[in-house]
């Protein structure tokens, strides 16, 4: 048995020295993976780097990221302030908030930093697009763009919209089970993008069969640079050529039209602006514009969609509110006329007696309604924020931002920690952007509320994402009641975009002809 013994405190022994070696080596690769990035400081800068932690050697912390979620950043900007240094995703990264540091970057596009989007998203859109333009190409895109959704663009859309939006609501009445709001309002949103902002004349399945391929593509845009075969950018570009293979006969169609016709939809806008500057758009050109627009219009509006439909039910008063505006304006009754085509944007019949459909103007004056908008997109903003790489190194809150470096500005960390909203931030209380409190503060800067953006790449179709959400939260609060179908309410993920991780399944019921104006006498 002795002989024995020695044998096992020999093992013990040796695997002791295995692990302890181990651990030193460990320790060592991770004093050196510290070390490298202390080194990699711009020293013509005597700035220092942002407090922070690197993580582990190649990984950084990209897994804490991963497992984290959105409380990843927030427990370390509690631990290192609005300005600190992580590394993710292979990349050293500066996270920054706070409405001044996010104006520094905002502002910075083309000078200081420019904008910054995988290798992989690049290729499956293309070279014609806003995402990879810069300098002088990228201010003659976005001056297209802003044709695509000037007043008059809008002012064309809008009478569209509510039409669908309409049926859609109800649809969801009219539906015998609970219905999945993230999954239904993705569909709408790919449909009105489709057929009202790109005029593409597509049915019910064609439509279903683009939005499940236009998915793929999406779902692989942050993939690696590999195309091989079963890699996530080979499925991307499978997807994107059977989009434009979907889009080819409509976008042949419209370049043959008659040139004289006034721009109705994105497409002929974009046609029209190559025209006056004397040139003929390319078919590769325009299948690439429709892509984005779609990518533009799609996940985000149907997150925010999804938000509004959840923060009002988690609040009725705000429902109450609602209903008095809309009776205060003429408008608390929802047509009950059936729409005028089968086609999924038609309105009403122009003679059934109903009240005008909505326009910009009506909505301007719905100041309530506007104001749950701003307080849903500042509560949950569907993209929590952007990124961009250094061009030069630079301050920020007394640190130095080296030069090639990644910099990820926080929206939803930015309107989070605003101090100008008098309530506290995490509450939903749309009366903080009413007159009366601005009146009272002050208007606040304009980079404490971010959701769109800001600067030269912030959203252009801002604009039409508002009226999207305002025309669905009237024909919600007139037409349906809505209650929860699960026992309680679903968590939120964050990443890649803002949803609920069930997909919010509620029960929608009708609303009896005079409830909207009845029940706000009870």
């Given at each position: 048995?002795?002989?024995?013994?020695?044998?096992?405190?020999?093992?013990?022994?040796?695997?002791?020295?295995?692990?302890?070696?181990?651990?030193?080596?460990?320790?060592?690769?991770?004093?050196?993976?510290?070390?490298?990035?202390?080194?990699?400081?711009?020293?013509?800068?005597?700035?220092?780097?942002?407090?922070?932690?690197?993580?582990?050697?190649?990984?950084?912390?990209?897994?804490?990221?991963?497992?984290?979620?959105?409380?990843f950043h927030s427990s370390r900007r509690e631990r290192y302030g609005t300005v600190f240094k992580t590394h993710l995703l292979g990349r050293p990264v500066i996270r920054v908030s706070g409405a001044e540091n996010v104006r520094t970057i905002l502002l910075g596009e083309h000078r200081l930093v420019r904008s910054q989007w995988p290798q992989s998203a690049h290729i499956l859109l293309g070279s014609h697009t806003l995402l990879g333009a810069v300098g002088e190409p990228h201010r003659r895109r976005r001056k297209v763009l802003a044709?695509?959704?000037?007043?008059?663009?809008?002012?064309?859309?809008?009478?569209?919209?509510?039409?669908?939006?309409?049926?859609?609501?109800?649809?969801?009445?009219?539906?015998?089970?609970?219905?999945?709001?993230?999954?239904?309002?993705?569909?709408?949103?790919?449909?009105?993008?489709?057929?009202?902002?790109?005029?593409?004349?597509?049915?019910?399945?064609?439509?279903?069969?683009?939005?499940?391929?236009?998915?793929?593509?999406?779902?692989?845009?942050?993939?690696?640079?590999?195309?091989?075969?079963?890699?996530?950018?080979?499925?991307?570009?499978?997807?994107?050529?059977?989009?434009?293979?979907?889009?080819?006969?409509?976008?042949?169609?419209?370049?043959?039209?008659?040139?004289?016709?006034?721009?109705?939809?994105?497409?002929?806008?974009?046609?029209?602006?190559?025209?006056?500057?004397?040139?003929?758009?390319?078919?590769?050109?325009?299948?690439?514009?429709?892509?984005?627009?779609?990518?533009?219009?799609?996940?985000?509006?149907?997150?925010?969609?999804?938000?509004?439909?959840?923060?009002?039910?988690?609040?009725?008063?705000?429902?109450?509110?609602?209903?008095?505006?809309?009776?205060?304006?003429?408008?608390?009754?929802?047509?009950?006329?059936?729409?005028?085509?089968?086609?999924?944007?038609?309105?009403?019949?122009?003679?059934?007696?109903?009240?005008?459909?909505?326009?910009?103007?009506?909505?301007?004056?719905?100041?309530?309604?506007?104001?749950?908008?701003?307080?849903?997109?500042?509560?949950?903003?569907?993209?929590?924020?952007?990124?961009?790489?250094?061009?030069?190194?630079?301050?920020?809150?007394?640190?130095?931002?080296?030069?090639?470096?990644?910099?990820?500005?926080?929206?939803?960390?930015?309107?989070?920690?605003?101090?100008?909203?008098?309530?506290?931030?995490?509450?939903?209380?749309?009366?903080?952007?009413?007159?009366?409190?601005?009146?009272?503060?002050?208007?606040?800067?304009?980079?404490?509320?971010?959701?769109?953006?800001?600067?030269?790449?912030?959203?252009?179709?801002?604009?039409?994402?508002?009226?999207?959400?305002?025309?669905?939260?009237?024909?919600?609060?007139?037409?349906?009641?809505?209650?929860?179908?699960?026992?309680?309410?679903?968590?939120?993920?964050?990443?890649?975009?803002?949803?609920?991780?069930?997909?919010?399944?509620?029960?929608?019921?009708?609303?009896?002809?005079?409830?909207?104006?009845?029940?706000?006498?009870?």
């Amino acid at each position: 048995m002795f002989p024995w013994g020695l044998s096992c405190l020999s093992v013990l022994g040796a695997a002791g020295t295995a692990l302890l070696c181990a651990g030193l080596l460990l320790s060592l690769a991770q004093h050196l993976w510290t070390l490298r990035w202390t080194l990699s400081r711009d020293r013509a800068s005597a700035l220092p780097l942002p407090k922070g932690s690197m993580g582990w050697p190649f990984f950084g912390e990209t897994l804490h990221w991963l497992v984290q979620g959105s409380r990843f950043h927030s427990s370390r900007r509690e631990r290192y302030g609005t300005v600190f240094k992580t590394h993710l995703l292979g990349r050293p990264v500066i996270r920054v908030s706070g409405a001044e540091n996010v104006r520094t970057i905002l502002l910075g596009e083309h000078r200081l930093v420019r904008s910054q989007w995988p290798q992989s998203a690049h290729i499956l859109l293309g070279s014609h697009t806003l995402l990879g333009a810069v300098g002088e190409p990228h201010r003659r895109r976005r001056k297209v763009l802003a044709r695509v959704f000037s007043r008059a663009a809008l002012e064309r859309y809008v009478p569209r919209l509510q039409g669908a939006l309409r049926r859609e609501v109800r649809a969801w009445c009219a539906a015998r089970g609970p219905v999945a709001v993230y999954e239904a309002t993705k569909a709408l949103t790919f449909r009105m993008a489709a057929r009202i902002l790109l005029g593409l004349r597509l049915d019910e399945m064609q439509c279903a069969a683009l939005a499940r391929t236009f998915e793929q593509l999406v779902g692989n845009l942050f993939s690696l640079p590999l195309d091989v075969p079963f890699s996530g950018l080979r499925k991307g570009i499978r997807a994107r050529d059977q989009l434009h293979r979907h889009l080819e006969e409509a976008i042949a169609e419209k370049l043959q039209g008659n040139k004289a016709v006034e721009p109705g939809d994105a497409l002929d806008v974009i046609i029209h602006s190559a025209r006056e500057l004397g040139r003929e758009p390319s078919v590769q050109e325009l299948k690439e514009s429709a892509v984005e627009l779609l990518f533009a219009a799609f996940f985000t509006t149907a997150s925010a969609s999804t938000s509004l439909v959840l923060l009002l039910l988690q609040h009725p008063a705000a429902i109450a509110k609602i209903r008095q505006e809309l009776l205060a304006q003429g408008l608390a009754q929802a047509c009950d006329c059936p729409p005028a085509a089968a086609g999924d944007d038609a309105g009403p019949p122009p003679d059934c007696g109903c009240a005008p459909d909505l326009d910009l103007a009506a909505l301007g004056r719905l100041r309530y309604v506007d104001c749950v908008i701003k307080e849903v997109l500042r509560l949950l903003p569907p993209v929590s924020g952007g990124y961009r790489t250094a061009l030069r190194t630079f301050e920020l809150d007394g640190y130095q931002i080296p030069k090639g470096w990644s910099v990820m500005y926080s929206i939803r960390d930015t309107h989070e920690t605003a101090a100008v909203y008098g309530s506290p931030p995490e509450g939903f209380d749309p009366e903080r952007f009413g007159a009366a409190r601005e009146d009272a503060r002050g208007a606040p800067g304009r980079f404490h509320y971010i959701p769109f953006g800001g600067g030269a790449r912030s959203c252009v179709g801002q604009e039409l994402a508002q009226a999207v959400l305002q025309l669905l939260a009237v024909e919600l609060v007139r037409t349906a009641r809505w209650e929860l179908a699960t026992p309680a309410f679903p968590a939120m993920q964050t990443v890649p975009i803002v949803h609920p991780v069930d997909g919010l399944q509620l029960f929608f019921h009708p609303l009896a002809p005079s409830a909207a104006g009845h029940e706000l006498h009870l």
